[in-house]
């Protein structure tokens, strides 16, 4: 029964996807402002199905960080229709040729950007994913399939309704956008066999979901996977910058998976460094570790054990290691990173752009916060999810990322010899 | 035993892919050069290797098709080494920055390519995809693991300890490029359980190697999957181009993916059309089937049975469909095709451009043959093969494609509010 549901959303999904390819950019930025408005209009039932959620929430017991996670008032409505817009007014990348050349027999080969086709997005409890996965998608041309939280549901059910209505007013078909409205952990399981209609599955959420999707999807999976990100400061660092970035990183938003988790600090500037920066993380209310260079510098702060240069806290947690060089710096990150977001704080060129060259993460910051790794940041708008996989695309997820290519050649008769 | 030697090597090329990726162009291209270059003044033992392949194939009673393949000569050495030549005269693409931008906060974001890391590809018969394989990942800065068919393994030994030597004299680490020197066939079933070391898997091959390989890799999977190419003669085709493109898009290799096996004809010039096109078909020894709307107009050829639209023959057999539309065309090739290569002819401007945008296929032509689909017709040198996939890439895959991304970011001091 509910494989036949899911069967039949694939299936519509599939059937839809090659209308929405072919739907042009007015129409489309038309649904997503309609969208915004239909939003703002329908606040108060929204908020009266968010207080379900809510209330099943605090039965539940589920925690205050994750009841926060999940309400929604007049000022997050706001933001999810501001997101919107947003999106609107960015570039339709469909239809973008990425380049064209000339070919000695004289045809003209070229690369043009189209929809994926049929994109299931996975993630856990924060509704406005829901909005954000929408719009990126319809935007890109593609047919989505909302799998949200069920501790989200009621709210999850209001948003689609409305968003949906919008979108077909302005001209997508219906089954552009549906949701999983089961919240049975067997409808999951049914969705990562549909090959034959979906063509990419996004996991957000923890590492358990992440596994189960890579593990049982026979659709091509982008992960979103964990974050264990370091800020090195050099021998070369302005130490004032360097204090403000490794603050920022650790404590702005700790448990995010682009906050930094190890600090490395160079042998050179470690007694300079230390003392004044541990200072300010302890006032933060950082449970500071150290290694044992560290500990001879500032000695009131626990051991670091071997296990916490790979320890994923997402928490008022820190680990700190003084490094010889920035070779060992780079070294560490290579061993012990997730290979998310990585910085150097220098302010040497060639040691800028040797950092920059060998991390091999998605993304390597000079002189600024690891937090940034992010769509809205970069300016992608919103963020279909930050891929931590070298295939397709890394790093945060734009509309561009949601477009595969397709070669397109030009002839006046070209055969083959 | 064997899992332990595939281990130790896909490991070995883990620890080498980190130096590879920064190996600058210079040295890339003089390992391109002295690779052709060996080649060529090692012919003698190249062909003594291949002998033993060639005598084994007539024992074990290969097709004379399969041996052809199998086989290489002097002038096919010199082709290798033209490839190789051909690969050094192109762009790096490492480290090519694909775009930048600044942020409000005066952050400069940028994408730049990287190498995937490691590359694995299993293939069958033709030992040229030996050298071309190895020379575009090495150019990408990727370490590559091959897995060649058993019975090319003298050839490919021959091949790739040549090349590992021009390589090694160059400045590339020696595990840059390794051979599975082995025949077994678990040898495969544990390279595709190495994700901890391998990037990105790529078969190349049957049908039934292609399924094991996406069916037991837990390695992200890029896929050169079966071709069921049309070419649509449209109603304002001009027709005696026609004629010469479905000609050679069935007959000038019909083994090949990239060849034709529908001919999709508008009803409006079909009467016209049909009688000297099927002539020449005949003439060329095809073995043609129509629809009944084909029959009518030339009566002496087969009936076409609704599992002719499913099927790729690989052969000189072709099946002849009437349709009453372009959008009929367009459907039928959706409903049967496999994406590969299909190709409308047509002096119609607003027809060529529906069936570019509309057709769903890794690469579309107007007015030229299906069989240009080819890394080498499109100028990427030599090819890795033809993704039949959305996901990451779709069609000829060159330099380019072996590339990933990472986000590069330039601040001075920013931290997230």
Redesign the interface.
Known sequence: MIKEKIRQIAQNAKTAS?KI??INTKIKNDALLKMAKHLVASSDQLIEANLKDMEYAKQKGLSSAMQDRLLINKERIEKMADSLREVALLTDPV?EIVKM?R?PNG?Q?GK?R?P??VIGIIYESRPNVTVDAASLCLKSGNAVILRGGSEAINTNIALTGILIKAAVESGFPEKALQLIDVTDRTAVQELLKMDEYI??IIPRGGHALIRTVVENSSI?V?KHDKGLCHVFIDSEA?LK?GE??A???KT?RPSVCNAMETLLVHKDIAEKFMPSMIRRFKEAGVDVRGCPETKKIVSDIKDASDEDWDTEYLDLILSIKVVDSLNAAIDHI?HHGSMLSEAIVTTDYDRSWKF???V??????????T???DGN???LGAEMGIST????????MGLEELT??????????????
């Open positions: 090659r390819a072919g239809s050349w070919r045809l080969v043009i189209t994926i086709g063509d990419l091509p982008i302005d910058t403000e970035i603050l920022n990183a702005q290579a920059l060259r060998e091999d993460a998605a993304s390597v910051y000079v002189n600024a916060s937090r940034f790794t940041e970069f300016g996989q070298k295939l397709h695309c890394r790093g945060p595969s290519t397709k070669y397109i050649i030009f002839g006046n008769g070209q055969i083959r010899n």
